[in-house]
């Protein structure tokens, strides 16, 4: 028998005590011995009869959770709290499951620095239901990967969808999300990119080998995007994603999280609602794409009890241990030559299209094409799409246009990927 | 240091061979210890030079082979002469990584029947780079999955893919495929479906966890699509894929391979070129996809060195060796209502249609749409789409309305799946 505490009884935990009583014999199969939950610490015991778990094996203290001394612990708990219980799980030889990203994020290298670090398991963490941990864990190891591209976040995603098929505004489609349940009520950790951002950390540390420092790397939400952005990426061949990107550049790496158009041919352009992609170029894989459902309770469960499985068979995950504990910093370059869509008003003047080109080209932004819509009330709508440039350059050219007075109000611009 | 025997110089041979050569200090970061090449068995001798390898550790015997005592053996040599070096390996304790599908499909339960049978690795055996076999035994083990799809043949996805594009015969993107070396000289195997079929019996075991004879599955090829079934399925949302599908139906399965028409959105729809993709359904995570390279050099040997550190580590297959060793064979249904699309000629007369659509009516099949072409030559083209129905069931009303002489010549017809 395998004895397995849970810390946790929330949807996640919820799900994975479902999962465990429902495939109990399969996994009893596989392992040669059962599963049992043996201790559950939470402060929900209301959910323990809806679950059918018996009273004798809950608590709500982390000390007799301990003292219960299960063979795997399970934390879906989230917050800080139980940090202590996973260090002191990992010192008596056990093994531990996490979902919690937060925690990672803050104490990988103490987790992974331990010296049976290897047997921490996170495959909840990081796109829900997509077995992307194990991937570079046990399929992938040949490769040195040079890209990483991810659609990481299903709010954004599932409202970059929405807006593209329905011509929606961006307020009226996270309203209907939140109704949905697919957004928070309060959605900015969502929307301004910084989830995502967290997951590329977390892949790219494992896809470059080093340690991606999220402070470095520069977040840009959906928010500003307004019905004619999708108009024109679709008139124009392109699928507008909320794509966080990774490439290898010298002995760092380039990195962000950005609104992007992505040629529609692409399949990442394909990955529609609420789900996940995570894309990586390999060396001698070459491209390979996982498509998945990156939250909600059963997929994150999958992940969660999986990776039960998976420590039950002592599946060490050496090269997180590597990465997290040993890994250097990397430096990260959060700007390179892309193209740009810009979207910008002026004021409906002879000559003003003229200077505007004549400010991108004393920045050396050379043009690709300019799009002007039928002036209103004494302003013009301009799209511009420039040849490759920097973000720097193009705020430059776009600080000066503005104190000549040549931009009204903001300015919206989005990067091409050319994939 | 870990020793490494190689079986095979071939194109797979080779890059395995190269991979750890330009890789070799991050296995050996990632190991504790060097994967080194001690013993290289093939009859392409004149290989050695140009792959830098040492004649001292060259053999072209079997029995010298053994005699090195390799730790691990690599097998990418193909044929069923490896056989009871791989045999003996196993029963010595050594590891083995196979890319060899032929040899699986006839002694997969010999080699994991075997009581070190875990320790065969075989990812490169399907789906060429993508990870897939490594997912089914770590990172999806919380599943029960219920529904298999699979683009599992490179050339097929090619040539269709270049159909949907250019709207060219299949004879003319044949011929072009064989030039750039996407098909073979022979495309039979393709073509006409088996090697996807035999992918789906290795990816139906895993899924269904019974043995999937290859022989009680229909595989249907592409080789009498035209150009005008393209056309319609475009008008009509559709994208043609040669779709290979498993799933449970009771105590079996349903399974089959069979060009198809699926909805233009599906993910499985942007697959182009000569990639492969696996969809996945499970209980528990909903729907995933695997995207990437299916055949060539660099992505097998991806698999093959990706499969050797996994063999470095002990990550043993376990549900492989449970699959394939324990499994009952699956009853395979290989019918089951669909919809279909039905391209056939007729006489040019009057009240041909209605007699058409009596027969099918007979046979209990009601229409969807009827769309006729103009007549030519004394004969119209007319295209049905059935409501869902059995292959069984049209057969006999293609039969009888055959032997009417309602029907000119052959009838081409393919099922729709909408997923």
Request: hydrophobic share 40%; proline share 4%; with cysteine.
């Amino acid at each position: 028998m395998i004895k397995v505490g849970i810390l946790g009884l929330g949807t996640v935990g919820g799900g994975v005590v479902k999962i465990l009583q429902e495939r109990s014999a399969d996994f009893e199969a596989l392992l040669g011995e059962p599963l049992v939950i043996t201790c559950v610490m939470s402060r929900r015991s209301h959910r323990l009869e809806e679950l059918g778990l018996s009273k004798e094996i809950y608590t709500d203290s982390f000390e007799t959770f301990q003292k219960s001394n299960p063979d795997i612990v399970v934390e879906v708990m989230g917050g800080d709290a139980p940090a202590e219980t996973i260090l002191k799980a990992l010192e008596s030889g056990k093994k531990v499951v996490t979902a919690n990203k937060a925690l990672l994020a803050n104490r990988a290298r103490d987790f992974m620095g331990h010296s049976k670090g290897e047997f921490l398991f996170y495959e909840a963490s990081c796109c829900g239901g997509i077995p992307i941990i194990s991937a570079y864990e046990d399929g992938l190891t040949a490769n040195r990967i040079d890209r990483l591209l991810g659609i990481f976040n299903g709010t954004c995603n599932y409202i970059l969808s929405e807006m593209t098929q329905k011509g929606s505004d961006f307020a009226e489609v996270l309203a209907e999300a939140q109704r949905l349940g697919y957004a928070e009520a309060d959605p900015t950790f969502d929307v301004e990119g910084i989830d995502a951002t967290h997951k590329l950390c977390l892949l790219g540390s494992l896809s470059f080998q080093g340690s991606v420092p999220f402070d470095a790397i520069p977040s840009q939400g959906i928010t500003r995007l307004s019905p004619d952005d999708f108009k024109w990426a679709s008139q124009n061949g392109y699928t507008i994603k909320l794509i966080s990107i990774g490439e290898r550049e010298g002995e760092g790496i380039f990195a962000g999280t950005f609104p992007c158009m992505i040629p529609s041919g692409h399949p990442m352009a394909h990955v529609g609602g609420a789900f996940n992609a995570v894309y990586i170029e390999g060396d001698q894989v070459g491209e390979l794409m996982f498509y998945g459902a990156g939250a909600g309770e059963r997929p994150t469960a999958s992940a969660v009890v999986s990776d039960l499985v998976a420590a039950a068979q002592s599946r060490a995950r050496v090269l997180s241990k590597k990465v997290f504990s040993e890994g250097k910093s990397l430096s990260v370059h959060s700007d390179r030559d892309l193209q740009f869509f810009i979207r910008l008003k002026t004021p409906d003047e002879v000559g003003v299209l003229s200077r505007l080109c004549d400010g991108f080209g004393q920045q050396g932004i050379s043009l690709r094409s300019v799009d002007q819509a039928p002036p209103f009330d004494g302003q013009a709508e301009i799209v511009f799409i420039t040849h490759p440039t920097t973000g720097g350059n193009l705020e430059k050219a776009l600080d000066s246009l503005q104190s000549d007075g040549l931009i009204l109000g903001d300015v919206f611009s989005m990067r091409i990927l050319d994939l």
